[in-house]
């Protein structure tokens, strides 16, 4: 019973995310999500092709990509 608005929430939340960067290696985006953690910003990490972006959710977009510039990291 739980099952289905279980998943349906998984996919709400995840759809509600946005990417602030990509094309990034691995390492960078470790540190780019350690940043943003030590800020209180949830990001996630996705795998795309090649290489790897991160995304955060819509509501924490303007703070995270203001960090970004403050460590010029963008």
Aim: glycine share 6%.
């Amino acid at each position: 019973m739980l099952r289905k608005p279980l998943i349906f929430l998984v996919l709400t939340l995840l759809g509600c995310q946005e990417a602030i960067l990509h094309d990034l290696d691995e390492s960078r985006a470790n540190s780019i999500l350690l940043m943003l953690e030590k800020n209180d910003i949830a990001g996630n990490k996705i795998r795309s092709g090649a290489s790897w972006e991160i995304k955060v959710s819509a509501g924490s977009r303007a703070p995270a990509l203001e960090l970004l510039e403050h460590y010029r990291l963008n």
